[in-house]
């Protein structure tokens, strides 16, 4: 048991890792995160350093794609297409401005 004390760790407690983000992909900022409350009415919240926001479908879709996986310009493309009443990329656009400004994504 002494022995095992003294043991290093390596800091990875059960070996996997996170696949990592491309070089230009878009996420949630650290600390950043959406979150579903609400019993009956699904309700999405951001939680934030500012505290919590409540989101409309969406910018709860478009934050959904900003996974670190996409390009903003895939995430654009991607969430127009996905968009029920064919909401304009410059939409799209003006959002993921806004979130950049308020430090949701990076």
């Known amino acids: 048991m002494a022995a095992e004390?003294?043991?290093?760790?390596?800091?990875?407690?059960?070996?996997?890792?996170?696949?990592?983000?491309?070089?230009n992909g878009v996420r949630l900022a650290a600390g950043v995160r959406l979150v579903a409350t609400g019993s009956k009415h699904k309700?999405?919240?951001?939680?934030?350093?500012?505290g919590k926001v409540q989101l409309n479908e969406g910018?709860?879709?478009?934050?959904?794609?900003?996974?670190?996986?996409?390009t903003?310009?895939?995430i654009v493309r991607e969430a127009?297409?996905?968009?029920?009443?064919?909401?304009?990329?410059?939409?799209i656009e003006a959002f993921l401005n806004a979130a950049r400004a308020?430090?949701?994504?990076?």
């Open 5 to 23: 004390r003294g043991r290093q760790r390596s800091g990875r407690a059960s070996g996997k890792r996170r696949p990592a983000p491309t070089v």
């Open 43 to 50: 309700v999405s919240v951001l939680i934030c350093a500012d």
């Open 59 to 70: 910018a709860v879709a478009i934050l959904r794609l900003c996974d670190g996986s996409r």
């Open 72 to 74: 903003r310009e895939q």
């Open 80 to 91: 127009a297409r996905r968009a029920p009443h064919g909401t304009l990329a410059a939409d």
């Open 102 to 106: 308020r430090g949701w994504i990076v």
